[in-house]
């Protein structure tokens, strides 16, 4: 069945990298999606990955795809206090007619001065 | 604006009562979600219809039923509300294999 996993929190000092890790089953994701959601807050859209992709770059975010360890990671770059917040993996399989999206736990990001 | 709205955003309700929950998107989608997000933050997938039919179907009490009158358009009708059912409810909508696209929760306290 697909399981999605995250560790639950991380904490970095402004201005490093954050790196958010996710492991996924199912080989048959055909995207994988990264979400924030801030406090109080609905799920935002950060960034996706088509399954062919290894790396996708947008401005402070890098995400890496190892399809063959069925492993994404986020990278956030000079890490400031409004990213603060709950990020979200989860992958897309195709399901009947449409497709089924699985969420992992969330990791929970802290900001350290 | 093009988005999913859902509403109510607050419920608080009692035990026994039965409720409902309405959700709109304008994003001209096909498929629509719901999803349950408890006090631990995970959210987890409840039903999901594509055109009008249900093709996701959890192992959700069947107290929850889902009603989808067009495409546009997936409500939540809860019966007999229990304790455990607090938490935040959240609409979402995608199109084929587009992100999906999430209306901001519904929290729903039962006491």
């Known amino acids: 069945g697909e399981d999605v996993e995250q560790s639950l929190f991380l904490s970095v000092r402004e201005g490093d990298s954050s790196v958010i890790n996710c492991t996924y089953t199912?080989?048959?994701?055909?995207?994988l999606y990264w979400y924030k959601q801030e406090p109080g807050a609905g799920l935002q859209l950060l960034t996706y990955?088509?399954?062919?992709?290894d790396m996708k770059q947008d401005q402070r975010l890098t995400v890496l795809l190892n399809k063959k360890d069925k492993h994404l990671s986020l990278r956030i770059a000079d890490t400031q206090t409004g990213d603060s917040a709950i990020y979200f993996c989860?992958?897309?399989?195709?399901?009947?007619?449409?497709?089924?999206?699985?969420f992992g736990s969330g990791t929970r990001l802290s900001i350290r001065p | 604006d093009t988005a999913v709205s859902q509403t109510p955003k607050y419920l608080v309700t009692q035990m026994g009562n039965d409720k409902s929950i309405k959700c709109e998107q304008n994003?001209?989608?096909?498929?629509m979600y719901w999803y349950k997000q408890d006090s631990k933050k995970f959210l987890k997938i409840m039903f999901s219809?594509?055109?009008?039919?249900?093709?996701i179907n959890e192992t959700v009490p069947n107290r929850f039923s889902p009603k989808s009158p067009d495409k546009a358009h997936l409500n939540l009708h809860i019966n007999s509300l229990e304790l455990g059912d607090s938490a935040v409810y959240f609409c979402?909508?995608?199109?084929?294999?587009?992100?999906?696209?999430f209306g901001n929760g519904t929290r729903l306290t039962v006491t």
């Open positions: 979402a909508s995608s199109h084929r294999n587009s992100p999906l696209h």
């Open positions: 199912d080989s048959s994701s055909t995207y």
């Open positions: 990955i088509f399954s062919n992709m």
């Open positions: 989860a992958e897309s399989t195709p399901y009947s007619s449409a497709s089924k999206i699985i």
């Open positions: 994003l001209g989608h096909d498929t």
């Open positions: 219809y594509n055109n009008k039919e249900l093709i």
